[in-house]
């Protein structure tokens, strides 16, 4: 049986498009790091969604490894970048990313 029988690929591929296009638009219209790292993790759970719905309809569980990389890559990216958002905001006391180009040398 079947848990939920009426949700087809169409479905999963809308939520992830959603999920995507927030994540773009988040990037290009907000300055504050913490919601761009927001928004990279946005688009990163859509290409997931994405794998695994592929992963289901075709009846193999080779995306389904690619999910694990990928959550694995993104919890590294998430540890990097807060430390450099920390020292970011320990040196100038803000988080937005207008200011990085007086990091410059």
Same mark, same amino acid.
């Given at each position: #049986? ?15 498009? =959603?999920?995507?296009?927030? &994540? ?8 504050? $790091?913490? =919601? ?9 759970? $859509? ?8 992963? !289901?309809?075709? &009846?193999?569980?080779? $995306? ?6 990928? #959550? ?6 998430? $540890?990097? &970048? ?19 180009? !007086?990091? !410059?040398?």
């Amino acid at each position: #049986m079947e848990l939920l029988p009426n949700v087809t690929m169409n479905h999963y591929l809308l939520v992830s498009v =959603i999920l995507f296009v927030i &994540g773009v638009a988040g990037i290009l219209f907000r300055r504050n $790091a913490i =919601i761009m790292f927001m928004c990279v993790e946005l688009m990163l759970n $859509a290409v997931n969604i994405t794998l695994v719905a592929f992963s !289901k309809v075709w &009846g193999q569980s080779d $995306a389904q490894v690619f999910v694990f990389f990928i #959550m694995v890559v993104a919890a590294a990216e998430v $540890a990097v &970048g807060l430390a450099i958002l920390m020292m970011l905001y320990r040196n100038m006391h803000t988080t937005s990313t207008d200011v990085l180009d !007086k990091l !410059k040398w």
